[in-house]
């Protein structure tokens, strides 16, 4: 007698969501992937925990048990509901441009420091 059926599934965090924002959130594409596990026949979407990281990177090291990470919030929700305008989000863009080039800038310095390092 099998009492737990077999099911099958993903593991993806929220945050490797494609976003215009840098970073997936709580959205539209969230909701579409559940779309896309379900047409796939998928049945469990399993995540990292979605607490506030603070200056952490790690989804483990929480500044609280209780509190969800604001960077998951939903931007594009946001704006839907009336709590944002589009124009308020520009800025945002821009940042994430620049931040974007100083990131491809320091993955070229770092392969050019690889390459001058000592073989033996």
């Keep these: 007698m099998n009492i737990l059926p077999r099911e099958s599934g993903v593991?993806?965090?929220i945050t490797s969501l494609p976003s215009p924002y840098g970073?997936?959130?709580i959205g539209p594409e969230a909701?579409?992937?559940v779309d896309v596990l379900h047409e796939m026949g998928?049945?469990?979407w399993q995540i990292l925990p979605l607490s506030d990281?603070?200056?952490s990177i790690c989804p483990y090291i929480t500044v609280s048990t209780f509190a969800n990470n604001p960077l998951l919030i939903s931007l594009d929700g946001l704006i839907d509901e009336g709590y944002l305008?589009?124009?308020d989000l520009k800025k945002y863009r821009a940042f994430l441009q620049i931040r974007l080039t100083i990131?491809?800038?320091m993955m070229i310095d770092i392969k050019y420091l690889i390459?001058?390092?000592p073989t033996s």
């Design 23 to 25: 970073l997936g959130d």
């Design 115 to 117: 390459q001058l390092a």
């Design 11 to 13: 593991l993806l965090h």
């Design 53 to 55: 990281t603070g200056s």
């Design 103 to 105: 990131k491809k800038s």
């Design 42 to 44: 998928q049945s469990l």
């Design 85 to 87: 305008q589009k124009d």
């Design 31 to 33: 909701f579409h992937f």
